[in-house]
């Protein structure tokens, strides 16, 4: 017999096991929680070639997009408020009250508010938080539009990067090679898209909407592959302004990497999973500027913000990556062009050189050291602070080695940076 089929239960039995298999879930409930927010704390989804949580949850956990979203916002309050566990696994609250709640907790409220919901259905916590933190009314009249049907398309959106409420935007698959695209515009898209309709009339006579928007996704995707990917019909070697900014990566190397990753991030699981984000791409160095790290084809990848934070990580410590983030945070804001970092003093700079060389795998000792010795160098950023301590450390390493001194100085065999000049690229 199917251990579903339960037709020969009695009723009694029927509605005990009932109440146990929910009592067993609400425990379950908790720990998965619990599971979640630590596995989101350690950012374990990174290796995992997944590029945020939410992504994690679906392609790996294989979680439907809203149920990663609600545990995950939960997870997370839950994190921040452990008492929500407890509440959650006895039956005081469940996960859609929690997410509701979330944004309104606080250390000052939390326990009262968390009571307060105690054993409330969803609709009752929205009466709670709406009698609590009042929102202004909505007009009197709207235009009535049908409700929204379907879920996203993996192909249009491939999950939100960043752990976002599911888009309201739908693209809806209605048979083979058709799919139904609801969307609101403003009056100032409707007038563009207008324009376009009436100077395509030659080439799209019907005036036919989807027609337009693939003409004009095509010349918006012509722009975008030529500002992100250097993409040109006349292919010329770029002027190099390496000499001046190493950072800067000339357009010919930006095809050949776009060609060689596509569109997507290229980082790769020890499981060989690659990841599949394609929004919020950025070029990497494999061997960061710092440490003398060039913009060549080989040295150059297509990688997610995620990614790109993670693998920095790895290579300086997750101290000096906080630290930059803080001051970057701190900054006011860039020129396009320009590193939010370069707002830093030289004591801001000096003491994340620090960090850095510490995060490398250098001792504490070795560390200042160097920045001690390199100080009277020019440098104004902290990259070039990073990459003549670097160089001086390399120097202090072979003449030590060619003093006979013991191999094992290396610092845990991570020292590998060719020397380069001094303040130069
Ligand atoms: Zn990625």
Same mark, same amino acid.
């Given at each position: 017999?199917?251990?579903?089929?339960?037709?020969?239960?009695? @009723?009694?039995?029927?509605?005990? @096991?009932? =109440?146990?298999?929910?009592?067993?879930?609400?425990?379950?409930?908790? *720990?998965?929680?619990?599971?979640?927010?630590?596995?989101?704390?350690?950012?374990?989804?990174?290796?995992?070639?997944?590029?945020?949580?939410?992504?994690?949850?679906?392609?790996?956990?294989?979680?439907?997009?809203?149920?990663?979203?609600?545990?995950?916002?939960?997870?997370?309050? =839950?994190?921040?408020?452990?008492?929500?566990?407890?509440?959650?696994?006895?039956?005081?609250?469940?996960?859609?009250?929690?997410?509701?709640? *979330?944004?309104?907790?606080?250390?000052?409220?939390?326990?009262?508010?968390?009571?307060?919901?105690?054993?409330?259905?969803?609709?009752?916590?929205?009466?709670?938080?709406?009698?609590?933190?009042?929102?202004? @009314?909505?007009?009197?009249?709207?235009?009535?539009?049908?409700?929204?049907?379907?879920?996203?398309?993996?192909?249009?959106?491939?999950?939100?990067?960043?752990?976002?409420?599911?888009?309201? $935007?739908?693209? $809806?698959?209605?048979?083979?090679?058709?799919?139904?695209?609801?969307?609101?515009?403003?009056?100032?898209?409707?007038?563009?898209?207008?324009? *376009?309709?009436?100077?395509?009339?030659?080439?799209?006579?019907? !005036?036919?909407?989807?027609?337009?928007?693939?003409?004009?996704?095509?010349?918006?995707?012509?722009?975008?592959?030529?500002?992100?990917? !250097?993409?040109?019909?006349?292919?010329?070697?770029?002027?190099?302004?390496?000499?001046? @900014?190493?950072?800067?990566?000339?357009?010919?190397?930006?095809?050949?990497?776009?060609?060689?990753?596509?569109?997507?991030? =290229? %980082?790769?699981?020890?499981?060989?999973?690659?990841?599949?984000?394609?929004? %919020?791409?950025?070029?990497?160095?494999?061997?960061?500027?710092?440490?003398?790290?060039? *913009?060549?084809?080989?040295?150059?990848?297509?990688?997610?913000?995620?990614?790109?934070?993670?693998?920095?990580?790895?290579?300086?410590?997750?101290?000096?990556?906080?630290?930059?983030?803080?001051?970057?945070?701190?900054?006011?804001?860039?020129?396009?062009?320009?590193?939010?970092?370069?707002?830093?003093?030289?004591?801001?700079?000096?003491?994340?050189?620090?960090?850095?060389?510490?995060?490398?795998? %250098?001792?504490?000792?070795? =560390?200042?050291?160097?920045?001690?010795?390199?100080?009277?160098?020019?440098?104004?950023?902290?990259?070039?602070?990073?990459?003549?301590?670097?160089?001086?450390?390399?120097?202090?390493?072979?003449?030590?080695?060619?003093?006979?001194?013991?191999?094992?100085?290396?610092?845990?065999?991570?020292?590998?940076?060719?020397?380069?000049?001094?303040?130069?690229?």
């Amino acid at each position: 017999m199917s251990a579903y089929s339960l037709t020969h239960l009695s @009723d009694q039995t029927l509605l005990a @096991d009932l =109440a146990v298999l929910v009592t067993a879930d609400r425990h379950t409930t908790a *720990a998965l929680l619990a599971h979640i927010a630590e596995v989101d704390a350690r950012a374990l989804y990174l290796p995992a070639a997944c590029s945020s949580m939410h992504v994690y949850c679906m392609r790996v956990l294989h979680l439907a997009e809203d149920a990663a979203f609600k545990r995950i916002r939960a997870a997370r309050a =839950a994190r921040r408020f452990p008492q929500i566990f407890g509440a959650i696994a006895d039956g005081r609250l469940h996960s859609s009250g929690v997410v509701l709640l *979330a944004p309104h907790l606080t250390d000052d409220n939390a326990d009262e508010l968390l009571a307060a919901a105690g054993h409330k259905s969803k609709a009752e916590i929205e009466v709670l938080l709406a009698q609590r933190w009042p929102r202004p @009314d909505l007009p009197t009249q709207l235009e009535p539009r049908p409700a929204l049907t379907g879920s996203p398309l993996p192909e249009v959106a491939p999950g939100p990067p960043r752990d976002a409420p599911p888009s309201t $935007t739908r693209a $809806t698959p209605l048979a083979p090679q058709r799919f139904a695209l609801q969307l609101t515009i403003d009056q100032s898209t409707q007038e563009k898209l207008m324009r *376009a309709q009436a100077l395509l009339r030659h080439r799209v006579p019907s !005036g036919e909407l989807a027609q337009v928007l693939d003409h004009a996704l095509d010349a918006l995707l012509t722009t975008l592959a030529r500002e992100k990917f !250097g993409a040109t019909a006349r292919p010329r070697t770029a002027q190099s302004r390496a000499g001046t @900014d190493p950072r800067h990566v000339p357009s010919d190397v930006k095809r050949a990497v776009h060609a060689r990753d596509g569109e997507q991030c =290229a %980082f790769v699981s020890e499981e060989g999973e690659r990841c599949l984000e394609r929004g %919020f791409l950025e070029l990497d160095h494999r061997t960061p500027v710092a440490r003398g790290g060039q *913009a060549t084809i080989d040295n150059t990848r297509v990688l997610c913000k995620s990614h790109n934070r993670y693998e920095a990580e790895r290579i300086f410590g997750a101290a000096f990556m906080q630290s930059r983030r803080t001051r970057a945070r701190k900054a006011p804001k860039a020129q396009p062009g320009t590193a939010p970092a370069g707002a830093a003093t030289p004591a801001e700079i000096e003491s994340d050189a620090l960090l850095g060389l510490r995060g490398l795998g %250098f001792t504490d000792a070795e =560390a200042r050291t160097a920045l001690a010795r390199s100080a009277h160098l020019p440098s104004t950023t902290l990259e070039q602070r990073l990459r003549i301590s670097l160089a001086e450390l390399h120097r202090a390493h072979a003449n030590r080695c060619s003093e006979g001194a013991p191999a094992s100085w290396q610092p845990g065999g991570r020292l590998f940076i060719a020397p380069t000049a001094p303040g130069g690229p």
